[in-house]
């Protein structure tokens, strides 16, 4: 996972993500990534929850 940390409290789960941080551009160029689990993960000690996160921006126009 970039940028992304996940916490479960009993049955809430939150998830933290550094808005300030990006990882390049996405592979199509339109965007950048801010975070990504990268496709789907389970959640920590709740595996049979999955989650999948992508959080980006667009791109600057060359």
């Known amino acids: ?3 992304v940390e996940m916490k479960l409290d ?3 789960l939150t ?3 550094d808005l300030s941080k990006d990882y390049g551009l996405s592979s199509s160029g339109k965007s950048v990534i801010i975070a ?3 496709g789907n993960q ?3 000690g709740k595996e049979e ?3 999948g996160l992508n959080i ?3 791109a600057p126009k060359d």
């Open 1 to 3: 996972m970039k940028n």
């Open 10 to 12: 009993g049955n809430v």
């Open 15 to 17: 998830i933290t993500v």
């Open 36 to 38: 990504s689990t990268e």
């Open 42 to 44: 389970s959640v920590e």
């Open 49 to 51: 929850v999955k989650i």
């Open 56 to 58: 980006y921006r667009k």
